[in-house]
Nanobody
Framework: QVQLVESGGGLVQAGGSLRLSCAASGRAFSSYVMGWFRQVPGKEREFVAFITWSSGNTVYADSVKGRFTISRDNAKNTVYLQMNSLKPDDTAVYYC?????????????????WGQGTQVTVSS
């Protein structure tokens, strides 16, 4: 069984920054892709970014490119999402997810394991 626990969400003013963390436990993650998604009520879960554990390859949604940075610490089995220049449109519940695939996917259906989510609210 895989457990993912997010932390770091909160309330921030537009233009501010937050760093989300996702601690993974339960299995080795050397070949897992780790992703961040977000969701607002009434809308489908939206891709934010993913990173491969082995090569550290990163992919971002166009809406966050240049503002968000995904990174990982393999020794701590932790993935981070540094969010800068936040906008009110970034307000959502942010989820961490793990995919046993190698190349990564923007599709949330490809991810087998999910955290409980952390709320990010950006005020204008």
């Amino acid at each position: 069984q895989v457990q993912l626990v997010e932390s770091g969400g909160g309330l921030v003013q537009a233009g501010g920054s937050l760093r989300l963390s996702c601690a993974a436990s339960g299995r080795a993650f050397s070949s897992y892709v780790m992703g961040w998604f977000r969701q607002v009520p009434g809308k489908e879960r939206e891709f934010v970014a993913f990173i491969t554990w082995s090569s550290g390859n990163t992919v971002y949604a166009d809406s966050v490119k240049g503002r968000f940075t995904i990174s990982r610490d393999n020794a701590k089995n932790t993935v981070y999402l540094q969010m800068n220049s936040l906008k009110p449109d970034d307000t959502a519940v942010y989820y961490c997810a793990a995919d046993r695939g190698v190349s990564g996917s923007r599709n949330y259906r490809a991810y087998e394991y999910w955290g409980q989510g952390t709320q990010v609210t950006v005020s204008s």
